[in-house]
């Protein structure tokens, strides 16, 4: 993984696009200080290679090192406004917040009518974009206005200011609640995945039970019924329902689809809801439907309907490229799929500041799963390495634990079998550590570790036995969750039948 560069501003400035960079010079040359030692400190780091204070100081004349830290302090803050500028027209958000600011200083110059008249316009924009937030902003200073300047614009106005306030803060709360409630779904797949046991899954469905229950339906907004679906969507994918995740994350998209205008000021929950909603697709195996999906998803991209920013264009690389993966473990087509590798390593690259660790590790257990499918052992090893050598194991323990499982199969698929069988040792010790030593796991690690003592004409009968194990396991509750990430049965048959595990897969789409 691409190492964060060390400093907030030269981050900044390094993540401007060029026409950003064109609007800052004019922002910040407006009085006529070109020569600003600000505007120096801007041009010094943007031509920078890397931020390096000795280096900077010296190159920018009349820059001493304890004026420094103010000095970037301030062209930060001149950046950012110059930031918000641009960016005003494109963001319901800052429009609302601006008319917010020129309500207050009316306030502060005594003009409360005017004031008043921002307010109310602000708040029918906000209530338009369920910005329920915004409002309650909007009716809070309302209120202290209405409290300290008797307008008499409208009869019986302190009543409706309560009512309409009372109104909001349900909203809110109902919004709220839903909001933690699927932040809270998130972190826990984030951190471990799919349920393992019995154990938890009832206490995934007794924490979801208690926290849906509570919510009154009949008071959501836009919002609010948006977080309900990702809420059903998170907790769907953490306990294995796939069907269910496939039918909630398309009531996520639906919903936006009918909401064209939320749509235009939310693309990045839109294209979460498709991302959802093709992994569902994926692990039911749906291949028609899920290339329909991803030809959507290419059509929003190339045609989206709002302004793209770093922040669409890096959600849209991570969807796009994840979906076209999978486009290859659904039909077994692993030597085409390899081919993708180069370029989505150089997006890597280049949204390195924007992917988190969590994204990078699923791309490098895909791409190591490509490999392997492939037949190239070394580079799907080479991949499965990043994985293994990622300082916290804590983030995705799931992908963490089969990314040994698949290390030690290709270890063992290039003769290495001395590292198998000292690696064998070290993946039950961390299995068991992350508490996650399954019976898929156990019958493949003793599979491995006494394939050994096999003489050569009980090496296909062993394949099998443990292939028919595996197919019996699959069909138990909480146990299915090692075959979505490791199609070990596959690997079997290939050895069963002396075919590759391409020309296994490949088989099986054929024959659906």
């Not at 064109?22 to 600003?36: D, L, M, P, W």
């Not at 922040?311 to 473990?329: A, C, M, P, Q």
């Not at 698949?406 to 010790?429: C, K, P, W």
Request: charged share 25%.
């Amino acid at each position: 993984m691409a190492n964060q560069p060390n400093d907030h501003l030269y981050q900044l400035i390094k993540s401007l696009t060029k026409a950003e960079k064109r609007g800052f010079k004019i922002y910040a040359t407006r009085s006529g200080n070109e020569s600003a030692k600000f505007i120096k400190l801007f041009d010094a780091l943007d031509k920078a290679s890397s931020y390096d204070e000795a280096a900077i100081i010296k190159k920018v004349t009349g820059i001493h090192k304890r004026q420094l830290s103010n000095l970037k302090a301030h062209l930060y803050k001149q950046i950012l406004t110059s930031l918000r500028l641009i960016n005003i027209n494109h963001n319901i958000d800052i429009q609302l917040r601006e008319q917010l600011d020129y309500a207050r200083i009316l306030y502060n110059k005594g003009l409360y009518q005017q004031s008043l008249k921002i307010l109310e316009k602000t708040k029918e924009v906000a209530t338009q974009h369920y910005r329920a937030t915004l409002r309650y902003e909007v009716l809070v200073f309302e209120k202290i206005i209405e409290s300290q300047y008797i307008t008499r614009s409208l009869k019986n106005r302190a009543d409706e200011l309560i009512v309409e306030t009372q109104v909001t803060l349900n909203s809110m709360t109902e919004y709220t609640a839903l909001s933690n409630l699927a932040l809270r779904l998130y972190g826990i797949y984030i951190k471990a995945g799919h349920v393992r046991n019995k154990e938890d899954f009832e206490n995934i469905s007794s924490f979801f039970s208690e926290s849906i229950n509570s919510i009154d339906i009949s008071k959501l907004d836009f919002f609010g019924k948006h977080y309900l679906n990702v809420s059903h969507a998170w907790y769907s994918l953490i306990v294995q329902d796939f069907l269910l995740q496939y039918r909630h994350a398309t009531k996520w998209v639906e919903l936006f689809r009918n909401n064209p205008e939320m749509l235009a000021l939310e693309p990045i929950w839109y294209l979460k809801g498709m991302h959802v909603l093709l992994e569902a697709l994926f692990v039911l195996g749906h291949a028609k439907k899920h290339s329909r999906e991803i030809e959507k998803l290419d059509e929003f991209l190339a045609n989206p309907p709002s302004r793209i920013d770093e922040n669409l264009e890096t959600v849209g690389f991570i969807y796009s490229y994840t979906s076209k993966i999978n486009v290859h473990f659904i039909d077994g087509s692993f030597t085409d799929g390899v081919q993708l590798v180069p370029e989505l390593l150089k997006k890597l690259d280049k949204f390195a500041d924007q992917v988190d660790p969590h994204r990078i590790l699923i791309f490098y257990y895909k791409i190591a799963c490509l490999y392997f499918g492939a037949g190239n052992n070394k580079q799907s090893i080479h991949f499965l390495n990043k994985i293994i050598n990622y300082p916290d194991s804590r983030l995705r323990e799931d992908i963490h634990c089969f990314a040994r499982i698949l290390n030690l199969i290709a270890h063992f698929e290039m003769g290495n079998r001395t590292l198998v069988d000292y690696q064998i040792r070290s993946v039950y010790r961390f299995l068991r550590k992350m508490n996650d030593l399954n019976l898929v796991q156990q019958e493949i690690l003793n599979f491995i570790q006494n394939l050994g003592n096999l003489k050569q004409d009980q090496t296909k009968e062993a394949f099998l036995n443990l292939r028919n194990r595996l197919l019996e396991i699959n069909k138990m509750p909480y146990q299915k969750r090692p075959f979505l990430y490791l199609d070990i049965v596959s690997w079997l048959e290939s050895k069963i039948y002396e075919k590759s595990v391409q020309e296994i897969i490949k088989g099986k789409f054929r024959s659906r």
